[in-house]
């Protein structure tokens, strides 16, 4: 089955009590049992749900994996990929990413004896500096957030493989629809489902997808074990996402290239960063490993940071908001929201300034999107 087919049908078959079309919300916390141990496969919702379980199943067959895991929040999938981990492992993360993993890396993890090293991975011979006896696992976003780096997943896999690392990949930004790490030798992808899979900000999720037996048993384990699991009723909202994901992603990608051009124009505008334009310093290799750039677009104004608060304040379709990759286009101003977390000196190192500007293009009307774009870099 192709993509579409798969995001509207895998672990979806007709309800076998009813015929139901629709996976039922199996709201229950508890399967009663015929005798102790004999059940049909269900004991307690912590460990399995059969809502969640076809969630699982879409997820996974949409990243080419074996194996999927839901989780209540793409940082409670993080964090269980980081309980592979033992202490003094040490771990290589690419430089740029998102700002909550920062903090469970630098905040939660150190605590527990992991030691990190943030490295810029467009150069992945970089990871070659950082390189320990003790190293375990490249983590890497790509794109990333918010500077839309791209990562050459297929080079960055080869090392890991020769030096025997664990790569996991949080393929939030791009989706399996336009991305499949797996594909390209990761071992474990990342999501958080708050975003594009859901699709329509009404839910908080994550999903884990591997291929590796070994890795699935483990966080198999640690998801029961530590109960970061999503309720029924999110893992309905997520698969209803799913459904619509590649027609969403078609257009917010649309929509994401006029944005890009028409901020390229403008003449309040420092730069433009979208893997999609030709400008990005890793076009190229965006269109070798994806199928298509996203629907994310990062700026920076030419004023500082009283013409961003001025250009936020006045947009009225684009939320200023934290998240991204609903239907409804966002504005996110890292450095305040979404990026507070990681230290002020790394920020400007990075490039995280006072006038980069996220934003998760919506499908609205392309033609209202710039129009409240156009109408608000008046105010800068
Ligand atoms: O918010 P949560 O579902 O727990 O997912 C965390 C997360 C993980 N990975 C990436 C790449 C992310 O962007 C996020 C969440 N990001 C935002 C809320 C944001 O606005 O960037």
Same mark, same amino acid.
């Given at each position: 089955?192709?993509?579409?087919?798969? &995001?509207?049908?895998?672990?979806?078959?007709?309800?076998?009590?009813?015929? &139901?079309?629709?996976?039922? @919300?199996?709201?229950?916390?508890?399967?009663?049992?015929?005798?102790?141990?004999?059940?049909?496969?269900?004991?307690?919702?912590?460990?399995?749900?059969?809502?969640?379980?076809?969630?699982?199943?879409?997820?996974?067959?949409?990243?080419?994996?074996?194996?999927?895991?839901?989780?209540?929040?793409?940082?409670?999938?993080?964090?269980?990929?980081?309980?592979?981990?033992?202490?003094?492992?040490?771990?290589?993360?690419?430089?740029?990413?998102?700002?909550?993993?920062?903090?469970?890396?630098?905040?939660?993890?150190?605590?527990?004896?992991? $030691?990190?090293?943030?490295?810029?991975?467009?150069?992945?011979?970089?990871?070659?500096?950082?390189?320990?006896?003790?190293?375990?696992?490249?983590?890497?976003?790509?794109?990333?957030?918010?500077?839309?780096?791209?990562?050459?997943?297929?080079?960055?896999?080869?090392?890991?493989?020769?030096?025997?690392? @664990?790569?996991?990949?949080?393929?939030?930004?791009?989706?399996?629809?336009?991305?499949?790490?797996?594909?390209?030798?990761?071992? @474990?992808?990342?999501?958080?489902?708050?975003?594009?899979?859901?699709?329509?900000?009404?839910?908080?999720?994550?999903?884990?997808?591997?291929?590796?037996?070994?890795?699935?048993?483990?966080?198999?384990?640690?998801?029961?074990?530590?109960?970061?699991?999503?309720?029924?009723?999110?893992?309905?909202?997520?698969?209803?996402?799913?459904?619509?994901?590649?027609?969403?992603?078609?257009?917010?990608?649309?929509?994401?290239?006029?944005?890009?051009?028409?901020?390229?124009?403008?003449?309040?505008?420092?730069?433009?960063?979208?893997?999609?334009?030709?400008?990005?310093? &890793?076009?190229?290799?965006?269109?070798?490993?994806?199928?298509?750039?996203?629907?994310?677009?990062?700026?920076?104004?030419?004023?500082?940071?009283?013409?961003?608060?001025?250009?936020?304040?006045?947009?009225?379709?684009?939320?200023?908001? $934290?998240?991204?990759?609903?239907?409804?286009?966002?504005?996110?101003?890292?450095?305040?929201?979404?990026?507070?977390?990681?230290?002020?000196?790394?920020?400007?190192?990075?490039?995280?300034?006072?006038?980069?500007?996220?934003?998760?293009?919506?499908? $609205?009307?392309? $033609?209202?999107?710039?129009?409240?774009?156009?109408?608000?870099?008046?105010?800068?």
């Amino acid at each position: 089955m192709k993509f579409e087919t798969k &995001a509207i049908h895998t672990g979806q078959e007709p309800d076998k009590a009813t015929g &139901a079309v629709i996976v039922p @919300i199996y709201q229950t916390s508890t399967y009663a049992q015929g005798a102790p141990g004999e059940h049909k496969g269900y004991e307690y919702s912590r460990t399995a749900n059969p809502t969640r379980t076809a969630l699982e199943r879409c997820l996974a067959s949409l990243e080419g994996a074996k194996f999927g895991l839901a989780f209540s929040s793409g940082m409670a999938a993080t964090s269980t990929v980081m309980n592979l981990m033992k202490t003094n492992n040490h771990i290589i993360s690419c430089d740029d990413l998102y700002g909550g993993t920062y903090r469970i890396f630098e905040k939660v993890y150190k605590d527990y004896g992991l $030691e990190f090293s943030y490295v810029d991975l467009t150069t992945p011979e970089n990871l070659l500096k950082v390189l320990k006896e003790n190293t375990r696992m490249i983590w890497i976003e790509t794109p990333t957030n918010p500077l839309l780096k791209i990562i050459d997943l297929s080079k960055v896999s080869r090392l890991a493989r020769k030096h025997r690392l @664990i790569l996991a990949v949080d393929n939030t930004f791009a989706t399996p629809y336009f991305q499949k790490p797996l594909l390209l030798g990761a071992d @474990i992808v990342v999501h958080s489902s708050t975003k594009y899979l859901g699709g329509h900000s009404d839910l908080v999720g994550g999903a884990i997808l591997t291929s590796s037996q070994k890795y699935y048993d483990r966080m198999k384990f640690c998801q029961n074990a530590v109960g970061g699991v999503p309720g029924p009723f999110d893992c309905f909202l997520a698969l209803r996402g799913l459904k619509t994901l590649s027609l969403r992603m078609r257009e917010h990608q649309a929509n994401a290239f006029e944005v890009s051009r028409f901020l390229s124009r403008h003449k309040k505008v420092k730069r433009v960063i979208y893997p999609g334009l030709k400008s990005h310093p &890793a076009h190229n290799l965006a269109k070798m490993q994806m199928s298509g750039f996203g629907g994310i677009v990062s700026f920076e104004l030419k004023s500082g940071l009283a013409g961003s608060r001025r250009f936020l304040k006045s947009l009225k379709l684009f939320f200023l908001a $934290e998240s991204l990759g609903g239907v409804e286009s966002l504005a996110d101003h890292p450095a305040i929201m979404t990026h507070s977390s990681v230290p002020l000196k790394l920020r400007k190192r990075l490039g995280i300034s006072d006038s980069l500007i996220r934003l998760s293009v919506g499908i $609205e009307n392309k $033609e209202d999107l710039l129009e409240d774009l156009r109408r608000s870099l008046t105010f800068v």
